[in-house]
């Protein structure tokens, strides 16, 4: 099977092998933000293992069902946008992914194996952003230099350190920040300076779950095609939970729509795509 990577080829149809979905291009379709366009990229998953696989995972909290019977694979370097309505399960599959939350059954492999601690050096991580006030103690590099230990986190850093905080901070265009006081940045330069810090072990996979939340809408478009140039020239692998469905769909190679179980998983800009979005949030 071929899976397209960020973007998609202009006045086009493109047939996916092995798979019933098409990429249908509307010439006329209007967006609320000006986006780039971008070439697409097939990555072949044939004989190839999935980077993340669940296998009929279920999620329970007390008697409620939250996710039912998932059956997922994701493949090195895709960017994965995952949508559904509140309360669809989206944050609870993504902390089980992480295996902060323990499935009720079914099985979750990171890397071909069950996560194990070792593994989150290679797993960054980015939770729902809360603005950092402007008097909070810290710099730039104090935040992202956080990334690199599990305890002791304000101790000094030894000059390895430093050189990886730097280079994580370069990966998201703010190099010139390491010595900023981080209450002094805006909302969407807090929310790359966490990014910096999920990227200072350089992992394999970046999870993210509703990294524009607290953004203006003048910054998430800066964001996400941030998240892109990481996915194109890193060749990270992204999950990333997002509520504007628009904005989100451009950039991403795949889209999974969630509602206790997988109600689509497939191509983000074709009729049946728009078709289960219409159901899963316009339809009470």
């Given at each position: 099977?071929?899976?397209?990577?960020?973007?998609?080829?202009?006045?086009?149809?493109?047939?996916?092998?092995?798979?019933?979905?098409?990429?249908?291009?509307?010439?006329?379709?209007?967006?609320?933000?000006?986006?780039?366009?971008?070439?697409?990229?097939?990555?072949?998953?044939?004989?190839?293992?999935?980077?993340?696989?669940?296998e009929d995972v279920s999620v329970n909290?007390?008697?409620?069902?939250?996710?039912?019977?998932?059956?997922?694979?994701?493949?090195?370097?895709?960017?994965?946008?995952?949508?559904?309505?509140?309360?669809?399960?989206?944050?609870?599959?993504?902390?089980?992914?992480?295996?902060?939350?323990?499935?009720?059954?079914?099985?979750?492999?990171?890397?071909?194996?069950?996560?194990?601690?070792?593994?989150?050096?290679?797993?960054?991580?980015?939770?729902?952003?809360?603005?950092?006030?402007?008097?909070?103690?810290?710099?730039?590099?104090?935040?992202?230099?956080?990334?690199?230990?599990?305890?002791?986190?304000?101790?000094?850093?030894?000059?390895?350190?430093?050189?990886?905080?730097?280079?994580?901070?370069?990966?998201?265009?703010?190099?010139?920040?390491?010595?900023?006081?981080?209450?002094?940045l805006s909302g969407g330069e807090q929310?790359?300076?966490?990014?910096?810090?999920?990227?200072?072990?350089?992992?394999?996979?970046?999870?993210?779950?509703?990294?524009?939340?607290?953004?203006?809408?003048?910054?998430?478009?800066?964001?996400?095609?941030?998240?892109?140039?990481?996915?194109?020239?890193?060749?990270?692998?992204?999950?990333v939970i997002q509520h504007n469905l628009?904005?989100?769909?451009?950039?991403?190679?795949?889209?999974?729509?969630?509602?206790?179980?997988?109600?689509?998983?497939?191509?983000?800009?074709?009729?049946?795509?728009?078709?289960?979005?219409?159901?899963?949030?316009?339809?009470?």
């Open positions: 099977m071929f899976i397209l990577r960020n973007g998609r080829r202009n006045g086009s149809e493109m047939k996916i092998m092995n798979n019933h979905y098409h990429i249908h291009e509307h010439h006329n379709h209007e967006h609320h933000v000006e986006k780039r366009e971008v070439q697409p990229t097939l990555i072949n998953t044939n004989n190839k293992s999935p980077i993340i696989e669940l909290y007390g008697k409620n069902i939250i996710l039912n019977k998932i059956n997922l694979k994701i493949f090195r370097g895709e960017y994965i946008g995952l949508i559904g309505k509140n309360g669809s399960g989206k944050s609870t599959l993504m902390k089980s992914i992480l295996g902060l939350i323990p499935p009720e059954s079914g099985t979750i492999k990171v890397f071909g194996k069950p996560i194990q601690s070792e593994m989150y050096d290679k797993i960054g991580y980015t939770p729902q952003m809360h603005p950092i006030q402007r008097e909070f103690p810290a710099t730039v590099g104090d935040i992202v230099g956080m990334g690199l230990y599990k305890k002791n986190l304000f101790k000094p850093f030894k000059k390895d350190d430093i050189d990886k905080i730097k280079l994580a901070l370069h990966k998201v265009n703010m190099g010139s920040f390491f010595d900023r006081p981080i209450g002094h929310q790359k300076v966490l990014v910096a810090q999920a990227l200072v072990r350089d992992p394999e996979i970046l999870l993210l779950d509703e990294p524009t939340s607290a953004l203006d809408f003048t910054m998430v478009e800066d964001f996400l095609r941030l998240l892109q140039d990481l996915n194109n020239n890193y060749g990270l692998t992204l999950i628009e904005i989100l769909r451009p950039y991403c190679s795949r889209l999974l729509i969630l509602k206790g179980s997988i109600m689509y998983d497939g191509l983000p800009n074709i009729p049946r795509a728009d078709e289960l979005i219409k159901r899963v949030f316009l339809i009470q």
